[in-house]
């Protein structure tokens, strides 16, 4: 008998059931193994997505932290109170200086355009040596009379 066992043996590994079982063996594996590859690439890709993302949104937090110190600044308070709320530190005045166009939206009732600094309208438009021929006074003239308040 001991004899005949590797012929058994033999004739076990040579059949055609044998050679099944093994092309299965070697197909799950081959399988497994390809899942696994699979996983792992797919598991780098979202590694690198979200290292990019972690980078964008540290650089976001970045700025945002540069936002916030900014608008904790005084100077951030100044400006929006002068902006939106038109406040003025002592001794200071407010100057608001328009174009052309808005001035030409904005007439008064007798046909002149609305100057764009007080005091100077209708009588003292085309009167002045720094008014061009449209009677209209040039700006650093307006500048001018801002500053010195001279005619």
């Known amino acids: 008998m001991r004899s005949d066992l590797p012929h058994i043996l033999a004739r076990l590994l ?3 059931a044998a050679l ?11 399988f497994q193994l390809v899942q696994v590859v ?10 690198s997505s979200l290292k990019s993302e972690v980078d964008k949104l540290q650089s976001e937090q970045k700025r945002l ?21 038109g406040l003025q530190k002592e001794g200071e005045r407010a100057l608001i200086i328009t174009d052309k166009e808005a001035r030409e939206q904005n007439t008064r009732p007798d046909s ?5 600094v007080s005091g100077v309208g209708k009588e003292g438009s085309s009167a002045r ?6 009677g209209e006074i040039k700006k650093y003239h307006l500048w001018w009379e801002f500053f010195f308040g001279i005619h």
Not at 38 to 47: A, C, E, F, Q, Y
Not at 129 to 134: E, I, L, P, V
């Open 112 to 116: 002149q355009p609305a100057s764009p």
């Open 129 to 134: 040596s720094g008014s061009d021929t449209n």
């Open 65 to 85: 932290e540069q936002l916030r110190s900014f608008l904790q600044t005084d100077f951030f308070a100044e400006q929006e109170a002068r902006t939106k709320f």
């Open 20 to 30: 099944v079982v093994s092309i299965l063996l070697c197909s799950a594996l081959f």
């Open 14 to 16: 040579y059949s055609r």
């Open 38 to 47: 699979s996983k792992s690439t797919s598991t780098g890709r979202d590694i």
